[in-house]
């Protein structure tokens, strides 16, 4: 596991996991361009959950792309992947010189508006192996992002700006939950990239 308190970046957790936010990585032009570019060329699906044995279309849409086409399995529902896109490449070697870590896959969230969020979850898929490491980059509409202690329910908040760069590992799945409230504040859409390392690949 990787230290980035010498580097300045501060951990969010006071316990159980690490969850260290490296403000913005990419300026605002960058940001900018990526964000359009993912707009229009990432395949978007409508995001389906089952709630209550329900099949209910959620107005999120989601998309997975990763260096081979394996199958993800996502609130229930299995999906293939779609391989990489030149943008999000430059985004993961960016990622990787940042961090030092590599990811294989990476999941895209597209909130249209505030109106769209997602509810309380710890990445914790069998896919993703013991205390992953996933990094969330943020483009577009600056959005609140909030953690909450399994046990003691201790919240913490952090506000995402374009282009920023969150980055959690240790036991922060196992000992935290994560979500990104509605807000009737926001009007713009956002796109949110988690990198993630699949570990056992199903093809
Ligand atoms: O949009 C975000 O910042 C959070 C996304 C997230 O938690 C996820 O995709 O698992
Ligand atoms: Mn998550």
Request: proline share 3%; glycine share 6%.
């Amino acid at each position: 596991m990787k230290n980035f308190q010498n580097t300045g970046v501060r951990n969010l957790l006071p316990e159980g996991g690490e969850a260290f936010y490296f403000g913005k990585i990419l300026e605002e032009k960058e940001a900018d361009d990526f964000f359009k570019q993912l707009y229009d060329k990432v395949e978007w699906t409508q995001d389906e959950v089952i709630i209550f044995g329900k099949r209910i279309v959620t107005k999120r849409e989601t998309a997975w792309y990763g260096a081979t086409d394996f199958d993800y399995t996502y609130s229930k529902i299995t999906r293939k992947a779609r391989l990489w896109l030149p943008e999000l490449v430059s985004l993961r070697d960016l990622v990787k010189d940042i961090t030092g870590y590599e990811f294989n896959s990476c999941l895209l969230n597209l909130y249209h508006s505030g109106e769209e969020g997602m509810s309380w979850h710890s990445d914790a898929e069998a896919e993703l192996g013991k205390d992953p490491v996933i990094a969330s980059l943020s483009l577009g509409a600056e959005r609140k992002f909030v953690l909450k202690n399994k046990i003691s329910k201790e919240k913490v908040s952090v506000v995402l700006e374009p282009g920023s760069l969150l980055l959690m590992q240790g036991e922060t799945q196992k000992n935290w939950l994560h979500s990104l409230p509605k807000t009737k504040k926001v009007h713009e859409p956002r796109i949110n990239l988690t990198f993630r390392e699949i570990k056992k690949i199903r093809k």
